[in-house]
């Protein structure tokens, strides 16, 4: 049974940072695709950043240049290096991961078939 355990959030100030970590269980193969997803109170869930290899990362415009997805496969772990943290980036931070390849867009949660059950993150000015 495949499992998604994020962890890493807090309450930072604005400015400061965080790094999100996400350990993944019982995949008998790697994931094709990895990503983050976020949703503030009253908001739908939004796409931040997804990872298909070290060299194929992509990004929400709103998070550009400040957040780093990143995979260690050794340790079965996505993370996300979130800096110049900003208010607006308070929420609950969901880890998700895609089952087989699929043509549906890296930024659709309809990609994703595995869902953790998220890490708070609060920004306060």
């Known amino acids: 049974q495949v499992q998604l355990v994020e962890s890493g959030g807090g309450s930072v100030l604005a400015g400061g940072s965080l790094r999100l970590s996400c350990a993944a269980s019982?995949?008998?193969?790697?994931?094709?695709?990895m990503a983050w997803f976020r949703q503030a109170p009253g908001k739908e869930r939004e796409w931040v950043a997804t990872?298909?290899?070290?060299?194929?990362?992509y990004y929400a415009d709103s998070v550009k240049d400040r957040f780093t997805i990143s995979q260690d496969n050794a340790k079965n772990t996505l993370y996300l290096q979130m800096d110049s943290l900003k208010p607006e980036d308070t929420g609950m931070y969901y880890c998700?991961?895609?089952?087989?390849?699929?043509?549906?867009?890296?930024?659709?949660?309809?990609?994703?078939?595995?869902w953790g059950q998220g890490t708070q993150v609060t920004v306060s000015s």
């Open positions: 990872f298909y290899s070290s060299v194929t990362r």
């Open positions: 019982g995949f008998t193969y790697s994931s094709p695709c």
């Open positions: 998700a991961a895609e089952s087989v390849s699929s043509g549906t867009s890296y930024r659709s949660e309809r990609k994703y078939v595995y």
